[in-house]
């Protein structure tokens, strides 16, 4: 089992910057990549980034060249760096860790970007 706690959400004005943090416990041997998803009312959770064991990293378009995922050498904490923040990057952002055997899930975070 991989427990996963996020935190770093909030409200920000556009254009304003927040990080996003997950550290995850348990199984972490297990885990080949770990990845940031968001969701807002009505729509499905989608992908903003992933970061694999090997450090590859890929991104949304949407948010490609504002937002950066990394994580720590001991690979059990993800990063999600989102700068220049946009009204239409409020959602509940979710951590994702993809084991061989199943996806685990964090509680999700609020982030708010509004003036």
């Known amino acids: 089992q991989v427990q996963l706690v996020e935190s770093g959400g909030g409200l920000v004005q556009p254009g304003g910057s927040l990080r996003l943090s997950c550290a995850a416990s348990?199984?972490?041997?297990?885990?080949?990549?770990m990845g940031w998803y968001r969701q807002t009312p009505g729509k499905q959770r989608e992908l903003v980034a992933v970061i694999t064991s090997g450090g590859s990293t890929n991104y949304a378009d949407s948010v490609k060249g504002r937002f950066t995922i990394s994580r720590t050498n001991a690979k059990n904490t993800v990063y999600l760096q989102m700068n220049s923040l946009k009204p239409e990057d409020t959602a509940v952002y979710y951590c994702?860790?993809?084991?061989?055997?199943?996806?685990?899930w964090g509680q999700g975070t609020q982030v708010t970007v509004s003036s």
């Open positions: 348990g199984s972490i041997f297990s885990i080949y990549a």
């Open positions: 994702n860790a993809a084991s061989t055997t199943q996806n685990y």
